[in-house]
């Protein structure tokens, strides 16, 4: 009882789903296939991967930001952070192994 009494916060949470941004890329994808009368699931190539992300990650940053990218390194920064998961930070805690 004292044990979980002096216990402070909570375990670390690990994100393991896909961004909305990675969806939205997801469906693309799909959509791209489809046009083409090609099963929904067929793999694309590494460049038409990136055209069709990148024309995603354009149309989404104009959108939010209400202009186009300054550079391809400012969409690159937008498409990076538009893909890692969301984590949620803490001070710390100290967890306490019971026997």
């Known amino acids: 009882m004292a044990i979980e009494a002096a216990q402070l916060g909570?375990?670390?949470a690990v994100r393991t789903g896909e961004t909305e941004f990675q969806r939205a890329v997801a469906v693309a994808y799909r959509e791209h296939n489809t046009r083409l009368g090609q099963k929904w699931?067929?793999?694309l190539d590494d460049d038409v991967r990136a055209q069709i992300r990148t024309t995603l990650a354009r149309q989404r940053f104009a959108d939010q930001y209400g202009r186009e990218p300054a550079d391809d390194h400012e969409l690159a920064g937008f498409i990076a952070r538009n893909t890692r998961a969301r984590?949620?930070?803490v001070a710390g805690y100290v967890r306490v192994q019971r026997p």
């Open 41 to 43: 699931n067929t793999p």
């Open 87 to 89: 984590t949620t930070a």
């Open 10 to 12: 909570r375990g670390f």
